[in-house]
C-alpha cells in the first residue's frame, strides 16, 4: 500500500490514504461551504479523532453544528431531527462521519433538507425516486469503518420508527461529492466491531458477484475486494496496521460499488435480526453468511471456485469455501450460532416472514421461498 494520500475517481471523488481528514478544512474553503452540520453517531461523538476533526474546523475558524442522535438501526425520526438541526443551525452542506448508520443518515438528511414529501414517500422500492427533484445539499462523507462502505454509495437504508421496517431511499444525486477515506480513522475500533464490519464488507462482495445480472465490471471488483479482505481481515482484528486496515477500508468501498449488481439471501437473512432483535448488521451478516452461501453453492460451483482462489485457498473445491467461513469466524471470534445473540424457536416464524419480505433476495442467483428461510433460520439455531 502507498504511505501517501492518493486521489482516486470511482463512483465520485476518494482521496484515500493515512491523514486525508486533514484536508476537509481546506476543502471546506475551497468549496464555499459557509457552515456544515457534521453527523455522526453517539460512540464516534465521544472519540478523540471526531474531536480532533472538529479541533480543526475550529482552528481554521470554520462555523459548524454537530448532530449525533442516531439509533443503531436508523430510524424516520432520526432523519427528521437531523433535518431540523441543519435548519435551526442555517446549515449548507452536509459532512457524514461514522460507520453505515451515520452515514445512511447523513444521506437521508440531505435528500429531506429540498424534498419536503413524507420521507418514505420516497422509497426506491415503491417508485418514490421519481420524487426526488429538489436540489441536494453539498455531501462529503468520512467512513469510520471498513464494513458497510456507505461512503461511496447513493442509498440509504432507514427503518420506520413504530414497525422498524426497513425502507430504501435512493438517487444518484445521493452520491458524495467527495470521499476522505483515511485508515487511520479505523485503526481504534474494538475488535470485535472490526470483525463484524469486516465480515459486512465480505458479505458484500460475495454477494455481489453472484448476484443475478450481468455486470463484469461490479464480478471483477468484487472479486478484488475479497482477495484484499483474505489477506487483512484477521490482521485487522488481532494485529491491526496500517497496511491492513487501508486494505479492509479499500475493499470496503469495492464492496459498496459491487453491490450496485445486487445483494442477496445473506442479507435478507440479515436484515430482520436487526429489524427484530436489533442485532448489529455487520455481526448478523457474518452469522448467516455461511448458511446462505450453502444455500447457493449447487449450481453455482464454477463461481466458488473463484471464491476459492480469491480466499486464497489451498482447494478450490467449492464446499472449502464453506469451510473457510465458518473458520474466519471462528478465527475472528464471531458467534456461532444464532443462540448467542438470544434467537430460539419462537423467532424463526417472524424473521422468516420479514426475510420473504426484504428487498435484496429478489437479487439472489435462486429463489427463495419462505420455507427456506425457516429451514435456514433452524439450521443457525439448532444445528
Known amino acids: 500500500m502507498t504511505n501517501e494520500i492518493v486521489q482516486y475517481n470511482f463512483p465520485t471523488v476518494i482521496r484515500f490514504g493515512v491523514g486525508a481528514v486533514k484536508e476537509l478544512p481546506a476543502y471546506i474553503k475551497d468549496n464555499n461551504i459557509q457552515k456544515p452540520l457534521i453527523v455522526t453517531d453517539p460512540n464516534v461523538y465521544e472519540?478523540?479523532?471526531f474531536k480532533s476533526i472538529l479541533t480543526s474546523l475550529d482552528y481554521a475558524s470554520i462555523s459548524y453544528e454537530t448532530f449525533y442522535q442516531i439509533d443503531k438501526n436508523p430510524v424516520k425520526q432520526n432523519v427528521l431531527d437531523g433535518g431540523d438541526a441543519f435548519a435551526d443551525g442555517?446549515?449548507?452542506?452536509?459532512?457524514?462521519?461514522?460507520?453505515?448508520?451515520a452515514l445512511d443518515v447523513s444521506r437521508a438528511i440531505a435528500l429531506r433538507i429540498n424534498n419536503r414529501k413524507d420521507l418514505f414517500v420516497y422509497d426506491d422500492l415503491i417508485g418514490g425516486d421519481k420524487y426526488i427533484d429538489g436540489a441536494i445539499p453539498h455531501f462529503v462523507t468520512i467512513p469510520t469503518t471498513s464494513g458497510t462502505g456507505s461512503e461511496v454509495g447513493r442509498a440509504a437504508i432507514i427503518s420506520e420508527d413504530e414497525s422498524k421496517k426497513k425502507r430504501i431511499l435512493f438517487h444518484p444525486?445521493?452520491?458524495?461529492?467527495?470521499?476522505?477515506a483515511d485508515p487511520e480513522l479505523t485503526y481504534d475500533l474494538p475488535p470485535a466491531i472490526t470483525a463484524a464490519t469486516g465480515m459486512d464488507a465480505l458479505t458484500h462482495n460475495m454477494e455481489a458477484y453472484i448476484a443475478k445480472g450481468f455486470h463484469p465490471m461490479c464480478d471483477g471488483i468484487a472479486l478484488q475486494g475479497i482477495q484484499l479482505i483474505a489477506e487483512s481481515l484477521e490482521g485487522a482484528v488481532h494485529n491491526p496496521n496500517p497496511e491492513n486496515r487501508s486494505k479492509m477500508l479499500l475493499a470496503s468501498m469495492m464492496g459498496a460499488v459491487a453491490f450496485q449488481k445486487g445483494l442477496g439471501i445473506v442479507h435478507s437473512l440479515a436484515h430482520p435480526l436487526s429489524t427484530l432483535l436489533d442485532v448489529h448488521h455487520g455481526l448478523a451478516n457474518a452469522i448467516m453468511i455461511t448458511y446462505g452461501m450453502e444455500f447457493n453453492m449447487p449450481g453455482l460451483e464454477p463461481k466458488f471456485q473463484e471464491f476459492a482462489r480469491a480466499l486464497k485457498l489451498d482447494n478450490t473445491n467449492p464446499e472449502s469455501v464453506l469451510t473457510a467461513l465458518k473458520d474466519?469466524?471462528?478465527?475472528?471470534?464471531?458467534?456461532?450460532?444464532?443462540?448467542?445473540?438470544?434467537v430460539n424457536e419462537e423467532h424463526i416464524k417472524p424473521l422468516s416472514e420479514l426475510a420473504l419480505a426484504d428487498f435484496?433476495?429478489?437479487n439472489n442467483p435462486k429463489p427463495v421461498s419462505l420455507n427456506d428461510f425457516e429451514t435456514l433460520y433452524k439450521k443457525a439455531v439448532f444445528e
Open 90 to 101: 442555517n446549515c449548507d452542506a452536509i459532512v457524514g462521519i461514522g460507520g453505515g448508520a
Open 47 to 49: 472519540l478523540g479523532f
Open 173 to 180: 444525486t445521493l452520491m458524495a461529492k467527495i470521499v476522505f
Open 328 to 342: 474466519i469466524n471462528q478465527r475472528i471470534g464471531i458467534p456461532g450460532k444464532l443462540t448467542d445473540l438470544g
Open 360 to 362: 435484496c433476495h429478489p
